[in-house]
């Protein structure tokens, strides 16, 4: 609406939330209100304790003990109400909450009675209801240890940030060795959410096994498995020889919209589940990195993906391809800035017309590589000379009209970006478009707009339309396979990849090239799970609007409550003058 959408789900669980731990403070007052006559003491006694409750969280980072913080974190009102609040509503924070009540309203009823015994019986009947409460309170939190065991949860966030996806939970239940996943800090200090996605983990298959390890009391633990320094909050998981390092500061990443906003995005789950996926695996292919002809290197964050999902990455020139051939999972040409020899592409086509894959990403800059060019039409692929310039003002970015985020096509290799609303951004990019070959099939990954342009000459102004430029529409990225099982990729613009430029999509240029890889080397299941956007979804008011809110709210609920009040007290005089 015009006012914002409502998260229904996760407004609910806030509702149950407010309105379970305000049942929680008011039993607890009243009971404090039954030790004393006194409205003061009562009142004072009541503030400190609520005080107390609302600090614990505080009090959790003061003590060395684990084990204290660990009851005092369970035993938590205000971590359990920040939950609900949250979005995870779990049975064991309701029936604890009820619990709670239910307790301190019990222990108000035996205060209250045992002001009525006298004598003898009052010492008995005192002896007897202390050793109901004590019963009460052991059963009552073995109770509730027990509902905490069976972890019932469920995820009311609009955003699902506690869930894992269905891909995740294939993966984890085939998964047939011990893994080890280490917490670099404290049970009681982990973020809960985190720690709400590790148990799903565990409890897919037993052979799953989450440990804290705070650094505090085991300062030395990483270093078994981590050369250099690490994070308190981050993992590392373990099976059998193999380990993998997870940072915290990748938890989150930040990813631009179409509307020149940021959305927060929640990356633990592919982080965690790409490090599983890495120590799992025994074997691990090798993705061969051409040289020779001005490639370039590959930014971190494509070799860690590429490692995340269990690939090794060397580089190599066409003369090693007759030799290990056999063993290359993808030969990869990264933006190549001079042209390749006769000798060269009869290499290329050799390997794909044997079942290899080839990606190639495209410098838009270049000066047109005749021999590559021409065999990649060979192929079904028609490389268009200049840089792709687009009219439509939403498929562009930063006023730049080369700054391009193409329609994502739906493919198995795109599919995960676009149920996660991911876009992938390209800077400077030469435009595709699929050449009639008998025996391949092509599909667009990646498309244009029908009003953009690929200019030719680059020198001058690029956002002046001549008639020598070629007229879209085009792809940005394309797919061909072949009869014989090869299979080429061909993205138009290597600046994608680029660190910097990945960054301002969340990774989505990263997840969209290992996509590719992983479903080219026939590894579909473990196409890259794309993290959980969290969209803030901005309210809009009028000025109209806010003085009817500010009125509502300052003035017209306190007065009703004030006249009600002031009407019961006064039925109440009345009722005793009778």
Same mark, same amino acid.
């Given at each position: 609406?015009?006012h914002?959408?409502?998260p229904?789900?996760?407004?609910?669980? %806030?509702?149950?939330?407010?309105?379970?731990?305000?049942?929680?403070?008011?039993?607890?007052g009243?009971?404090?209100?039954?030790?004393? =006559?006194?409205?003061v003491?009562?009142?004072?006694?009541?503030?400190?304790?609520f005080?107390?409750?609302?600090?614990?969280?505080?009090?959790?980072?003061?003590?060395?003990?684990?084990?204290?913080?660990?009851?005092?974190?369970?035993?938590?009102?205000?971590?359990?109400?920040?939950?609900?609040?949250?979005?995870?509503?779990?049975?064991?924070?309701?029936?604890?909450?009820i619990?709670?009540?239910?307790?301190?309203i019990?222990l108000?009823i035996?205060? +209250?009675?045992?002001?009525?015994?006298?004598?003898?019986?009052?010492?008995?009947?005192?002896?007897?209801?202390?050793? +109901?409460i004590?019963?009460?309170?052991?059963?009552?939190?073995?109770?509730?240890?027990?509902?905490d065991?069976?972890?019932?949860?469920? !995820?009311?966030?609009s955003?699902?940030v506690?869930?894992?996806?269905?891909q995740?939970?294939?993966?984890?239940?085939?998964?047939?060795?011990?893994?080890?996943?280490?917490?670099?800090?404290?049970?009681?200090?982990f =973020?809960?959410?985190?720690?709400e996605?590790?148990?799903?983990?565990?409890?897919?298959n037993?052979?799953?096994?989450i440990?804290?390890? &705070?650094l505090?009391?085991?300062?030395?633990?990483?270093?078994?498995?981590?050369?250099?320094?690490?994070?308190?909050?981050?993992?590392?998981?373990v099976s059998? $020889?193999?380990?993998?390092?997870?940072?915290?500061?990748?938890?989150?990443?930040?990813?631009?919209?179409?509307?020149?906003?940021?959305?927060?995005?929640?990356?633990f789950?592919?982080?965690?589940?790409?490090?599983?996926?890495?120590?799992?695996?025994?074997?691990?292919?090798?993705?061969?990195?051409?040289?020779?002809?001005?490639?370039?290197?590959?930014?971190?964050?494509? #070799?860690?993906?590429?490692?995340?999902?269990?690939?090794?990455?060397?580089?190599?020139?066409?003369?090693?391809?007759d &030799?290990?051939?056999?063993?290359?999972a993808?030969?990869?040409?990264?933006?190549?800035? &001079? !042209?390749?020899?006769?000798?060269?592409?009869?290499?290329?086509?050799?390997?794909?017309?044997?079942?290899?894959? #080839?990606?190639?990403?495209?410098?838009?800059?270049? =000066?047109?590589?005749?021999n590559?060019?021409?065999?990649?039409? $060979?192929?079904?692929?028609?490389?268009? !000379?200049?840089?792709?310039?687009?009219?439509?003002?939403?498929?562009?970015?930063?006023?730049?009209?080369?700054?391009l985020?193409?329609?994502?096509?739906s493919?198995?290799?795109?599919?995960?970006?676009?149920?996660? &609303?991911?876009?992938?951004?390209?800077?400077?990019?030469?435009?595709?478009?699929?050449?009639?070959?008998? %025996?391949?099939?092509?599909?667009?990954?990646?498309?244009t707009s029908s009003?953009?342009?690929?200019?030719?000459?680059?020198?001058? $102004?690029?956002?002046?339309?001549? !008639?020598?430029?070629?007229? @879209?529409?085009?792809?940005i990225?394309m797919?061909?396979?072949?009869d014989n099982? @090869? *299979?080429?990729?061909?993205?138009?613009?290597?600046e994608?990849?680029?660190?910097?430029?990945?960054?301002q999509?969340?990774?989505?240029?990263?997840?969209?090239?290992v996509?590719?890889? =992983?479903?080219?080397?026939?590894?579909?299941?473990k196409?890259?799970? /794309? %993290?959980?956007?969290?969209?803030?979804?901005?309210?809009?008011?009028?000025?109209?609007?806010?003085?009817?809110?500010? +009125?509502?709210?300052?003035?017209?609920?306190p007065? +009703?409550?004030?006249?009600?009040?002031?009407?019961? *007290?006064? /039925?109440r005089v009345?009722?005793?003058?009778k």
């Open positions: 609406s015009f914002g959408n409502v229904i789900s996760n407004t609910i669980s %806030g509702f149950i939330g407010y309105i379970l731990f305000g049942m929680c403070l008011i039993a607890i009243m009971f404090i209100s039954t030790l004393t =006559e006194s409205v003491v009562s009142g004072v006694v009541t503030i400190v304790t005080l107390a409750l609302y600090l614990s969280g505080y009090f959790i980072n003061l003590t060395s003990s684990e084990s204290i913080a660990s009851i005092v974190n369970w035993a938590s009102i205000d971590n359990r109400f920040s939950q609900l609040t949250s979005g995870l509503m779990t049975l064991g924070n309701i029936f604890y909450m619990s709670v009540i239910a307790i301190f019990f108000s035996q205060v +209250i009675q045992r002001r009525r015994y006298k004598g003898e019986s009052k010492l008995k009947k005192g002896a007897y209801s202390i050793g +109901i004590v019963v009460i309170l052991v059963g009552s939190i073995g109770i509730n240890v027990l509902v065991k069976l972890n019932i949860t469920f !995820d009311l966030s955003d699902k506690y869930s894992i996806s269905e995740t939970e294939n993966i984890v239940k085939n998964i047939d060795k011990e893994v080890n996943i280490y917490v670099l800090q404290s049970s009681s200090d =973020e809960v959410g985190y720690k996605i590790l148990a799903k983990y565990s409890k897919l037993s052979k799953v096994n440990e804290y390890r &705070s505090d009391k085991y300062p030395e633990f990483a270093s078994q498995y981590v050369s250099g320094d690490v994070n308190v909050g981050s993992l590392i998981v059998g $020889d193999k380990s993998y390092y997870v940072d915290c500061n990748d938890y989150m990443t930040y990813a631009k919209t179409s509307s020149y906003s940021y959305d927060y995005v929640i990356e789950e592919p982080l965690l589940t790409g490090a599983i996926n890495y120590v799992v695996e025994s074997n691990t292919p090798i993705i061969y990195n051409i040289t020779g002809h001005g490639e370039k290197s590959f930014g971190d964050n494509v #070799i860690n993906a590429i490692k995340r999902d269990n690939f090794a990455i060397e580089n190599a020139s066409l003369f090693d391809i &030799s290990v051939g056999s063993s290359i993808v030969l990869v040409i990264n933006s190549p800035t &001079s !042209d390749f020899s006769k000798d060269d592409i009869k290499k290329l086509e050799d390997y794909i017309n044997n079942g290899g894959n #080839i990606y190639i990403t495209l410098d838009a800059v270049t =000066e047109y590589l005749d590559l060019y021409g065999f990649i039409k $060979d192929y079904g692929i028609k490389v268009i !000379d200049g840089v792709v310039v687009e009219e439509d003002a939403n498929m562009y970015v930063m006023e730049t009209q080369y700054y985020l193409p329609n994502v096509v493919h198995t290799i795109t599919n995960p970006l676009i149920n996660n &609303s991911g876009y992938v951004l390209t800077v400077v990019s030469k435009g595709l478009t699929p050449y009639d070959k008998s %025996g391949y099939k092509t599909y667009s990954l990646l498309s009003t953009c342009y690929s200019k030719i000459a680059v020198s001058e $102004d690029i956002t002046e339309r001549l !008639d020598s430029d070629v007229d @879209g529409p085009f792809s990225a797919l061909s396979e072949s099982g @090869g *299979k080429l990729i061909v993205f138009g613009s290597s994608a990849l680029e660190d910097e430029v990945d960054q999509v969340g990774g989505s240029n990263t997840d969209f090239f996509n590719g890889i =992983e479903y080219m080397y026939e590894q579909e299941d196409i890259s799970i /794309r %993290g959980t956007s969290i969209i803030d979804d901005t309210g809009l008011y009028t000025g109209n609007d806010r003085n009817i809110l500010l +009125i509502l709210s300052i003035v017209v609920i007065s +009703i409550f004030v006249i009600t009040g002031i009407i019961v *007290k006064v /039925r009345k009722y005793k003058a």
